[in-house]
T-cell receptor, first 112, second 114 residues
Framework: RKEVEQDPGPFNVPEGATVAFNCTYS??????FFWYRQDCRKEPKLLMS???SGNEDGRFTAQLNRASQYISLLIRDSKLSDSATYLC?????????????FGAGTRLAVHP | GAGVSQSPSNKVTEKGKDVELRCDPI?????LYWYRQSLGQGLEFLIY????????KSGLPSDRFSAERTGGSVSTLTIQRTQQEDSAVYLC????????????FGDGTRLSIL
């Protein structure tokens, strides 16, 4: 089993739609979680951290479910510019190292 | 402030040659990571430096790959006797030493082996 798993998609949605991605992680001791966004042929950029109580940043909401070991990202009122690959990132804190583990990404395509 | 800087942006070289890729992390960031990403694929972890600790080299695909980080700042990733399968974008990221801090990526070096 991979340490971090994501549905690769693609998720094809119309503008204005609400879309949600889940990401599961295998290490129950994982302490920190992030969502990154990667545009085609660009480097990953931090979208938002994920806090235990859940957090919101504009149209984006991130949630953590420790019992089921998954995090989610909800995008409301999708824009064309939201089209990208969304990477789930987990810090398992194993072996004393802060090595972030990246999922393979979920591709989102927003169409007019 | 300055972000993570990588050079060169693009590198084209012949099979069998050695290449050196450079990463200049954000000032004060003690952790530095190297990844590579082939077209349409996810990030592949290569190596991780944290302060003065021994690096985590568990992701290096072969002994042709090596990396060093001098003075806790600039890092160099070296690929010896390059092969065509080494063609990829090589990404460097840095982060502060504190737990729960995210990584910040450079623009990457696009390596093409002919």
């Amino acid at each position: 089993r991979k340490e971090v798993e994501q549905d690769p998609g693609p998720f094809n949605v119309p503008e204005g739609a609400t879309v949600a991605f889940n990401c599961t992680y295998s290490n129950s001791a994982s302490q920190s979680f992030f969502w990154y966004r990667q545009d085609c042929r660009k480097e990953p950029k931090l979208l938002m951290s994920v806090y235990s109580s859940g957090n919101e940043d504009g149209r984006f909401t991130a949630q953590l479910n420790r019992a089921s070991q998954y995090i989610s990202l909800l995008i409301r009122d999708s824009k064309l510019s939201d089209s990208a690959t969304y990477l789930c990132v987990v810090n398992p804190l194993s072996g004393g190292y802060n090595k972030l583990i990246f999922g393979a990404g979920t591709r989102l395509a927003v169409h007019p | 402030g300055a972000g993570v800087s990588q050079s060169p942006s693009n590198k084209v070289t012949e099979k069998g040659k050695d290449v050196e890729l450079r990463c200049d992390p954000i000032s004060g960031h003690t952790a530095l990571y190297w990844y590579r990403q082939s077209l349409g694929q996810g990030l592949e972890f290569l190596i991780y430096f944290q302060g003065n600790s021994a690096p985590d080299k568990s992701g290096l695909p072969s002994d042709r790959f090596s990396a060093e980080r001098t003075g806790g700042s600039v890092s160099t990733l070296t690929i010896q006797r390059t092969q065509q399968e080494d063609s990829a974008v090589y990404l460097c990221a840095s982060r502060p030493g504190q737990i729960n801090q995210p990584q910040h990526f450079g623009d990457g070096t696009r390596l093409s082996i002919l």
